[in-house]
T-cell receptor
């Protein structure tokens, strides 16, 4: 079954803790992306990677970090420096300009 | 800043009617345009892509693109209650950070199809 998986589906953390969100794809896509979505808003790009061992900041990268050690995997770490981390986090992978999304992780930080 | 604008709605149409969703964008250099459907609590699903001026039809969905007017629309014919969702317009444009062309999303139009 081809697709994009994200885990966990829901995540609860205390303020000041770092947390890592998992994203895996078996679609053989070169490009992978992380977005966040806040209620009533569109998606905002956090980081993207077009090739293994390389990644670029998106529009709202502050307080986040990523790695791309394997083509299939693009984990996102939400650090304690991110001021408003509670959001719906979406991972996507793509071929050329089309992007396909995983099911998302809802992060709540209290 | 490069922008993608959509009417937030909500837009309500009766079952069987045509739903018309509109999107404007600011970057004249954009070449790729997409419509995503997002059900409440779920992730976006790509339903249409369009790259050339004119209409592109896929089943009950038609995407329309007018690059001169910087306008893209999505028509849903014979609307069904199962079409009730938020529809996101996405345009490939220079990112805010200026490093490359990336998808910029509108905030979405909420569509409700009434039985």
């Amino acid at each position: 079954d081809g697709g994009i998986t994200q885990s966990p589906k829901y995540l609860f953390r205390k303020e000041g803790q770092n947390v890592t969100l998992s994203c895996e794809q078996n679609l053989n896509h070169d490009a992978m992306y992380w977005y966040r979505q806040d209620p009533g808003q569109g998606l905002r790009l956090i980081y993207y990677s077009q090739i293994v061992n390389d990644f670029q900041k998106g529009d709202i990268a502050e307080g986040y970090s990523v790695s791309r050690e394997k083509k299939e995997s693009f984990p996102l770490t939400v650090t304690s420096a991110q001021k408003n981390p509670t959001a719906f986090y979406l991972c996507a992978s793509g071929h050329r300009y089309e992007q396909y999304f995983g099911p998302g992780t809802r992060l709540t930080v209290t | 800043q490069k922008e993608v604008e959509q009417n937030s709605g909500p837009l309500s149409v009766p079952e069987g009617a045509i739903a018309s969703l509109n999107c404007t964008y600011s970057d004249r250099g954009s070449q790729s345009f997409f419509w995503y459907r997002q059900y409440s609590g779920k992730s976006p699903e790509l339903i249409m892509s369009i790259y050339s001026n004119g209409d592109k039809e896929d089943g009950r969905f038609t995407a329309q693109l007018n690059k001169a007017s910087q306008y893209v629309s999505l028509l849903i014919r014979d609307s069904q209650p199962s079409d009730s969702a938020t529809y996101l317009c996405a345009v490939n444009m220079i990112s805010f950070s200026g490093s490359a062309r990336q998808l910029t999303f509108g905030s979405g139009t909420q569509l409700t199809v009434l039985p």
